[in-house]
């Protein structure tokens, strides 16, 4: 039932910042893990960060030390701060529970990174 927005993508140069955010339309309280995925032209969906209900948070080895995944309980909002990005990061970037669910998948907002 719960229907994610992804927002905040666009072009930015390599070693630039981009600040994504994921709206819910209904309440994730009850959702142990969010998580923010990518897709690369040609490459299968992958997690890239994770955070549960109580704050832990993980990352892909490739993207530790320059991503930074939050959330908001209040305003009902995931947050994934992109700083330092490489122009392998990137994709289309989505939100999602984790292990995702099908009926939760948005638009996904793209992310450019070249020079």
């Known amino acids: 039932q719960v229907q994610l927005v992804e927002s905040g993508g666009g072009w930015v140069q390599p070693g630039g910042s981009l600040r994504l955010s994921c709206a819910a339309s209904g309440s994730i309280f009850n959702i142990n893990v969010m998580g923010w995925y990518r897709q690369a032209p040609g490459k299968q969906r992958e997690l890239v960060a994770g955070i549960t209900s109580s704050g832990s948070t993980n990352y892909v080895d490739s993207v530790k030390g320059r991503f930074t995944i939050s959330r908001n309980a209040a305003k009902n909002t995931v947050y994934l701060q992109m700083n330092s990005l490489k122009p392998e990061d990137t994709a289309v970037y989505f939100c999602?529970?984790?292990?995702?669910?099908?009926?939760?998948w948005g638009q996904g907002t793209q992310v450019t990174v070249s020079s």
């Open positions: 999602n529970a984790v292990p995702p669910r099908l009926s939760s």
